[in-house]
């Protein structure tokens, strides 16, 4: 009977250190738990980074044949097999490499993401989850930012500017209007979470 090996991972950004934790599962037994901070890194960044540490971990048992990956975070996963160029190739890579591994021990060997939104409060995925929020750690050193991170501050610095010079401004009203969602709230854009 093959093992599987369930792989529940999270990340928390809070004062820009990113919390990444992977808890390993196998059997109903907790295996192993990984927690990595980061600073100055994105919240996908720190998801996929969640998601290298579980694959990297539960690929190293020699008795495990199927890892299923449970995360809140699919279209980071995704990354993973996107042979297109993006930011996180180098991680898409190392990932790939552990899963290369994993395979060539066995053609039965396998691997399935689950998507398990936090707002499911699943037992396993819950756990991880609560413990990405609850992990405070403040910077002892001043730190680099990551490429993905500096990206995002300076397009959150041009939104607010928008934002601020656009309410100065004398058109609004004029020729311009608001968007609503299905709730009435006004659309923000978004580029997180593979949003528009």
Same mark, same amino acid.
């Given at each position: 009977?093959?093992? $599987? ?6 990340? &928390? ?6 919390? &990444? ?19 100055? $890194? ?94 405070? %750690?403040?910077? %002892? ?27 100065? &401004? ?6 311009? %209007? ?17 949003? &528009?």
């Amino acid at each position: 009977m093959p093992s $599987v090996a369930l792989v529940a991972s999270d990340a &928390s950004i809070k004062n820009n250190v990113a919390t &990444s934790i992977a808890h390993i599962h196998m059997a109903n037994e907790s295996l192993t738990k990984t927690i990595h901070p980061a600073v100055n $890194v994105t919240s996908t960044e720190a998801e996929l980074f969640a998601i290298r540490c579980g694959i990297n971990q539960s690929s190293r048992f020699n008795n495990i044949s199927k890892i299923i990956v449970i995360t809140d975070s699919i279209h980071t996963a995704q990354k993973i097999f996107d042979p297109s160029s993006h930011p996180f190739q180098t991680m898409s890579a190392a990932i790939l490499l552990d899963l290369r591994d994993f395979f060539n021990r066995s053609d039965n060997n396998s691997i399935k993401f689950w998507e398990c939104p936090s707002c499911l409060k699943w037992v396993l995925h819950n756990r991880v989850n609560k413990e990405t929020k609850s992990f405070n %750690l403040m910077p %002892l050193f001043s730190c680099k930012n990551s490429w993905d991170f500096s990206k995002k501050n300076k397009s959150d610095n041009i939104i607010k500017y928008w934002k601020m010079s656009f309410q100065a &401004s004398e058109l609004k009203g004029n020729h311009f %209007l608001d968007l609503l969602d299905s709730d009435d709230k006004i659309i923000e854009l978004t580029y997180t979470k593979g949003g &528009s």
